[in-house]
């Protein structure tokens, strides 16, 4: 029984990670608040949501938008043919689809609705890749056993910072290869006494218990289900620890060579193999609210989805975030989300100058926090708005998740926090969303509050486009709810603290104060 509790407590730990949390049925508009809690308003749903279905029946009423905000998604791809997505995606007006030519002359052919950075040097998709701090190791070691050369940027500390988080994984890596070989010795015997590979756990539980093997397994069947642990949660474990073994920590696995950012690189293939992720984040800013189907967006009658594949199963590249950046800002996004994020950049000025670059052409970046439950004022989270050189890019957020707990569970549990580089909090626990084959899930992580708060500056500047995006920034944090001096738990400890200290705001965001704030500048 060590075993099992041990497994168990690593699982709680991946779940996390992993940020699916449950699945919910297909195809329905549920009067469930709890399926639609992050669009609700404190003083009459009692969440502490955004204020968007107050916001559209008090302000903006009949009135339409002045014009329509093109939110560049950079992800692991999304599913543009969804029932809830097809028609609020970005068009390339200019290029003609598939006629194999660069209509527009920007060096990417046939990039009707974004473009695809995750592909080898064959020009196929990529699914997997390594963590970055096996990239690095990897090249490290190379270059040694050559008694090559090392890059500038190669220096001891970044190896260091390296190993130690490679160290840090594989010790992830050691306990979820217990808890996988614990389920397949599990599985192995249910599928023998229910006499189907297909059974359930009520199925499980239904068999006679009374001697081990049955007795114990019986037990553990009992906590899995009080602790909301699925059969598929444990399949997507033993999957997971798969990948560590197969790709992440890998140093024989290679993807693919490094690009030169300066040529166009990629294919239009932007859903790429797993799209779940990336069409969860798209629906969260534009699942069309209209249409009596599966979920509502923030912001669907207001935004254009631009889809920019860049985040493998595995780190992303700083060439291909960069990449993304920059074809985001030349081919006219006005938001960049970013629900993504690394503790290792290697080639960070690529980034840096990429976000500069959004940051003078009055381009908005939304970044993720992370969910390690971790300070980042004190841990490196990548990319951030601050560059080597010092520079602060005056037009990037980064935000953290709250949940839809009124006490002192608000903060979920995963996020990181940080009262001097997080702004603020946003609802990205337990959110319903768009998920490829018209399909919809909850799912939990900063990859969900971020794009809440993406479709809620989107609502707000396409019925204020004379705003900069300095002044969108400032009014998305001053109109937060402010809660700073309320008491909630820290997801690091578990510590009661006053949430003014996880943030630079001390607040969660809210449409219906933004709009309103936003009418003043206006004025």
Same mark, same amino acid.
């Given at each position: 029984?060590?075993?099992?509790?041990?497994?168990?407590?690593?699982?709680?730990?991946?779940?996390?990670?992993?940020?699916?949390?449950? @699945?919910?049925?297909?195809?329905?508009?549920?009067?469930?608040?709890?399926?639609?809690?992050?669009?609700?308003?404190?003083?009459?749903?009692?969440?502490?949501?955004?204020?968007?279905?107050?916001?559209?029946? =008090?302000?903006?009423?009949?009135?339409?938008?002045?014009?329509?905000?093109?939110?560049?998604?950079?992800?692991? $791809?999304?599913?543009?043919?969804?029932?809830?997505?097809?028609?609020?995606?970005?068009?390339?007006?200019?290029?003609?689809?598939?006629?194999?030519?660069?209509?527009?002359?920007?060096?990417?052919?046939?990039?009707?609705?974004?473009?695809?950075?995750?592909?080898?040097?064959?020009?196929?998709?990529?699914?997997?890749?390594?963590?970055?701090?096996?990239?690095?190791?990897?090249?490290?070691?190379?270059?040694? =056993?050559?008694?090559?050369?090392?890059?500038?940027?190669?220096?001891?500390?970044?190896?260091?910072?390296?190993?130690?988080? !490679?160290?840090?994984?594989?010790?992830? !890596?050691?306990?979820?290869?217990?808890?996988?070989?614990?389920?397949?010795?599990?599985?192995?015997?249910?599928?023998?006494?229910?006499?189907?590979? @297909?059974?359930?756990?009520?199925?499980?539980?239904?068999?006679?218990?009374? =001697?081990?093997?049955?007795?114990?397994?019986?037990?553990?069947?009992?906590?899995?289900?009080?602790?909301?642990?699925?059969?598929?949660?444990?399949?997507?474990?033993?999957?997971?620890?798969?990948?560590?073994?197969?790709?992440?920590?890998?140093?024989?696995?290679?993807? &693919?060579?490094?690009?030169? #950012?300066?040529?166009?690189?990629?294919?239009?293939? !932007?859903?790429?193999?797993?799209?779940?992720?990336?069409?969860?984040?798209?629906?969260?800013?534009?699942?069309?609210?209209?249409?009596?189907?599966?979920?509502?967006?923030?912001?669907?009658?207001?935004?254009?989805?631009?889809?920019?594949?860049?985040?493998?199963? $595995?780190? =992303? &590249?700083?060439?291909?975030?960069?990449?993304?950046?920059?074809?985001?800002?030349?081919? $006219?996004?006005?938001?960049?989300?970013?629900?993504?994020?690394?503790?290792?950049?290697?080639?960070?000025?690529?980034?840096?100058?990429?976000?500069?670059?959004?940051?003078?052409?009055?381009?908005?970046?939304?970044?993720?926090? $992370?969910?390690?439950?971790?300070?980042?004022?004190? #841990?490196?989270?990548?990319?951030?708005?601050?560059?080597?050189?010092? !520079?602060?890019?005056?037009?990037?957020?980064?935000?953290?998740?709250?949940?839809?707990?009124?006490?002192?569970?608000?903060?979920?549990?995963?996020?990181?926090?940080?009262?001097?580089?997080?702004?603020?909090?946003?609802?990205?626990?337990?959110?319903?969303?768009?998920?490829?084959?018209?399909?919809?899930?909850?799912?939990?992580?900063?990859?969900?509050?971020?794009? #809440?708060?993406?479709?809620?500056?989107?609502?707000?500047?396409?019925?204020?486009?004379?705003?900069?995006?300095?002044?969108?920034?400032?009014?998305?944090?001053?109109?937060?709810?402010?809660?700073?001096?309320?008491?909630?738990?820290?997801?690091?400890?578990?510590?009661?603290?006053?949430?003014?200290?996880?943030?630079?705001?001390?607040?969660?965001?809210?449409?219906?104060?933004?709009?309103?704030?936003?009418?003043?500048?206006?004025?």
């Amino acid at each position: 029984m060590k075993l099992i509790l041990f497994a168990t407590t690593i699982f709680f730990g991946l779940n996390l990670r992993a940020q699916s949390i449950q @699945s919910a049925s297909k195809k329905e508009v549920s009067t469930d608040k709890k399926r639609d809690w992050h669009n609700l308003d404190y003083k009459s749903d009692k969440f502490y949501g955004t204020s968007t279905n107050r916001t559209y029946a =008090e302000l903006i009423g009949d009135q339409k938008p002045k014009k329509k905000i093109v939110v560049a998604v950079i992800d692991s $791809g999304v599913d543009f043919e969804h029932e809830d997505l097809k028609t609020h995606l970005w068009i390339n007006r200019i290029e003609i689809a598939l006629n194999g030519k660069d209509d527009d002359g920007n060096g990417y052919i046939d990039d009707v609705h974004g473009w695809n950075f995750l592909i080898d040097e064959n020009n196929e998709d990529i699914q997997f890749d390594n963590l970055e701090a096996t990239r690095v190791l990897r090249l490290s070691k190379q270059i040694k =056993e050559s008694n090559g050369e090392y890059p500038d940027w190669l220096t001891n500390e970044v190896i260091s910072q390296a190993v130690e988080i !490679y160290n840090e994984n594989v010790e992830e !890596y050691k306990g979820m290869e217990q808890m996988a070989n614990f389920y397949v010795a599990l599985d192995s015997i249910l599928t023998v006494e229910t006499g189907t590979e @297909s059974y359930t756990f009520d199925q499980a539980l239904a068999l006679p218990h009374d =001697e081990d093997p049955m007795k114990s397994i019986h037990r553990v069947i009992k906590a899995f289900s009080l602790g909301g642990i699925t059969q598929s949660d444990l399949i997507e474990m033993y999957e997971t620890s798969e990948k560590f073994e197969k790709y992440y920590l890998n140093y024989d696995f290679v993807a &693919r060579p490094d690009f030169d #950012v300066n040529e166009p690189y990629g294919n239009n293939n !932007y859903e790429g193999p797993d799209a779940i992720h990336g069409t969860h984040v798209a629906g969260l800013i534009a699942a069309d609210r209209n249409n009596e189907l599966g979920a509502r967006g923030i912001a669907s009658d207001c935004v254009e989805i631009m889809i920019l594949r860049a985040v493998p199963d $595995g780190d =992303e &590249r700083d060439e291909d975030v960069a990449s993304a950046i920059r074809y985001a800002v030349d081919n $006219g996004a006005n938001i960049i989300n970013m629900s993504f994020g690394k503790g290792l950049s290697p080639n960070k000025e690529l980034v840096d100058e990429a976000i500069r670059y959004a940051s003078e052409n009055n381009v908005l970046i939304i970044h993720a926090a $992370g969910n390690d439950s971790e300070n980042n004022d004190e #841990v490196a989270n990548f990319p951030n708005p601050i560059a080597k050189s010092g !520079y602060r890019s005056p037009t990037y957020m980064t935000i953290g998740a709250s949940s839809i707990s009124r006490k002192k569970d608000l903060v979920a549990n995963f996020s990181n926090f940080g009262q001097q580089e997080v702004d603020l909090f946003s609802p990205g626990h337990d959110v319903y969303s768009t998920v490829p084959f018209n399909e919809y899930k909850l799912l939990s992580g900063t990859s969900m509050a971020a794009p #809440v708060a993406s479709g809620v500056a989107a609502l707000v500047w396409a019925y204020h486009p004379d705003l900069s995006a300095v002044q969108l920034k400032e009014i998305l944090s001053e109109s937060s709810v402010d809660l700073s001096k309320k008491k909630v738990k820290r997801p690091s400890d578990g510590k009661k603290v006053k949430f003014g200290t996880l943030s630079r705001t001390g607040g969660i965001i809210n449409a219906y104060n933004a709009f309103k704030l936003a009418d003043t500048y206006s004025n």
